[in-house]
């Protein structure tokens, strides 16, 4: 048979459609030499249903090579990266085959999904809004539209999205939600609860949904006082979760992030400081902004809140949490060898890797040449070595609460996971990779040349005029030149939603919950008598 030929037929399976017979066709194509992106394509679909996402990857990678234009094949790609956690690289594929073929609605709805996981909510927004003009007889954009709406806490938007997908589909569950979410805005949690149970009682939902019914319907329950009800509701949502995410981050394989971070101190104990001192430098740190800013701390412990008190100053550009630090991460502090180069270099050693941070945040939408870029992200707490290295002028501002409010706080939201965040589905694991950051951190003070400065969350909340003064003195930005008051960002959080919760922002929420914080209590001992706003 020719290529052709087989080609076709191959083809003719695929329209059918009888799939099975179509990838047993490509898969003995190729075990005959015989290669084409149609043939690769089916088999990385077969691999991947054998749990061979690798395989899958070089098959699809491969036939991206013999067809740059075919969007069908980078739409793939992209889905195949994504399985691998890989959601920048997956961004990048789906970008590429929406460019390629405007009019491939799946193209342009997975790019809003991977721009949602990453949290780049604006470009989400647009994607599903071009995936529902190009498919307006599909709900699924539309919910998407309606879930995101309700995050940001837009609810007449929300509802508007939502009307839209129940119009085409009665049942689309993510509607639902976007619903649920809008009604506990408004203060009718009976009404959110009866629509969520009735979504938990529908067997069709998918995980996902499944997880976000969950956690509202704790937020529904912890708003009416029933406390227990509420624990189980958000245990069972990050049950939920890790069931979904556990081909990626789960396993009996895969090592908690606490114990990589517990090796890392260690190494850390036995540094010399001198080694991390800035050295004689061969090539002057350059930067293209006026000055450099990192805000560090842990999920659920303000930082995001300190970002938006300084990003009312129009010579602010923040990061949102788009992390232009990866490259290094993987190159110095994946080991100990890393961590031994990393002390003995200079500025000048690394300036590619500083080079590359500032394309990369460039890649990512940011334009902050001349402005004052505060680099906000909790787990940069555990980037510090890397941090200091690339930019010795950069300052630290170091964002701690109360733990069992972050730890709480963190059971309880929806944080876009990754393996850090996957750890923070129970409290135990969320206690011990706590505390395993705190350890490292206090070890960096010891070790490291910081120029850092300490705000606990509860003084930001309870003295926010004072506080923010104090930041915006160590920042040198005047806020009486902010395009508001900074110390009005500090108030009542938005409403929760299928991404928040209720409550999140409060001093002590986890008073309700002190039953079931009680097993968790010795692990983070020596920080609740650090950090800890009461000695209970």
């Given at each position: ?13 695929v329209e059918a ?15 005959d030499?015989?290669e084409h992106p ?27 090579a013999?067809a740059?234009d ?6 793939a ?6 399985n691998?956690n ?10 590429n085959?929406?460019a ?7 193209a342009?709805?997975?790019l ?15 994607a599903?809004?071009r ?5 307006p007889?599909?709900a699924?954009?539309?919910?998407r ?10 609810f007449?938007r ?6 839209r ?5 009665s ?11 809008c009604?506990f ?6 009404a ?27 937020n ?23 069931n979904?995410?556990a ?15 517990s ?11 001198a ?40 010579l ?20 100990a ?14 300036l ?8 990369k ?9 001349g ?9 940069h707490?555990?980037k510090?070595p890397?941090?200091?290295k ?12 109360d ?5 709480f706080?963190?059971?309880r939201?929806?944080l876009r996971?990754?393996?850090?965040n ?27 040349p910081?120029?850092l ?9 309870r003295d ?15 806020p009486?030149?902010?395009d ?10 938005a ?9 999140l ?9 002190a ?15 650090r950090f800890g706003?009461?000695?209970d």
């Amino acid at each position: 048979m020719t290529d052709e030929a087989a080609v076709q037929e191959i083809r003719a399976a695929v329209e059918a459609p009888d799939l099975p017979r179509a990838v047993e066709l490509a898969r003995k194509a190729l075990a005959d030499g015989r290669e084409h992106p149609l043939f690769l394509n089916l088999r990385a679909f077969w691999f991947e249903q054998q749990g061979r996402p690798l395989d899958a990857l070089t098959d699809l990678e491969r036939a991206h090579a013999l067809a740059p234009d075919d969007a069908i094949v980078g739409n793939a790609l992209g889905l195949c990266l994504a399985n691998l956690n890989r959601f920048w690289d997956a961004r990048a594929a789906f970008r590429n085959a929406a460019a390629r073929q405007p009019d491939l609605a799946p193209a342009q709805f997975n790019l809003g999904w991977a721009s949602e996981e990453l949290g780049l909510l604006v470009e989400a927004r647009e994607a599903f809004l071009r995936a529902e003009q190009i498919d307006p007889h599909s709900a699924l954009p539309p919910a998407r539209l309606a879930n995101l709406a309700a995050c940001s806490a837009d609810f007449e938007r929300a509802r508007q999205h939502a009307g839209r997908a129940l119009g085409l589909d009665s049942n689309q569950p993510l509607a639902h939600l976007a619903l649920a979410a809008c009604e506990f805005a408004d203060g009718r949690t009976q009404a959110a609860e009866t629509r969520l149970r009735r979504i938990l009682a529908d067997s069709r939902i998918g995980r996902f949904e499944h997880a976000l019914a969950f956690r509202l319907l704790g937020n529904c329950l912890d708003a009416s006082g029933s406390t227990d009800q509420a624990f189980a509701a958000y245990s069972a949502s990050n049950r939920e979760t890790a069931n979904l995410y556990a081909s990626r981050f789960g396993g009996s394989s895969a090592e908690p992030v606490s114990n990589h971070l517990s090796r890392f101190a260690t190494w850390f104990q036995n540094t010399n400081p001198a080694q991390w001192k800035r050295k004689n430098e061969r090539v002057p740190e350059t930067r293209p902004v006026a000055a450099h800013f990192f805000i560090v701390g842990f999920p659920c412990s303000g930082t995001a809140l300190l970002e938006d008190v300084l990003d009312v100053h129009p010579l602010v550009c923040s990061t949102g949490e788009r992390d232009g630090l990866e490259t290094g991460v993987r190159t110095f502090l994946g080991g100990a060898d890393g961590l031994g180069r990393l002390s003995e270099s200079d500025t000048g050693d690394l300036l590619v890797f500083r080079e590359q941070y500032w394309r990369k945040l460039r890649e990512l939408g940011l334009a902050f040449e001349g402005k004052v870029l505060v680099d906000s992200q909790p787990y940069h707490a555990v980037k510090l070595p890397l941090i200091v290295k690339l930019f010795p002028d950069a300052r630290i501002i170091f964002v701690n609460r109360d733990p069992r409010d972050v730890v709480f706080g963190c059971f309880r939201s929806r944080l876009r996971m990754n393996p850090f965040n996957h750890e923070l589905l129970t409290l135990e694991g969320a206690a011990r990779l706590y505390s395993s950051v705190m350890r490292l951190v206090d070890r960096f003070r010891d070790v490291l040349p910081l120029t850092l400065l300490d705000i606990p969350y509860e003084r930001l909340v309870r003295d926010p005029r004072n506080c923010v003064a104090a930041v915006y003195r160590y920042t040198g930005l005047n806020p009486a030149e902010a395009d508001r008051d900074p110390a009005e960002r500090i108030g009542p959080r938005a409403p929760a939603t299928p991404i928040g919760g209720a409550g999140l922002g409060e001093i002590g929420a986890w008073r309700p919950y002190a039953d079931r914080m009680s097993p968790v209590l010795p692990i983070l001992q020596p920080w609740i008598e650090r950090f800890g706003t009461s000695p209970d």
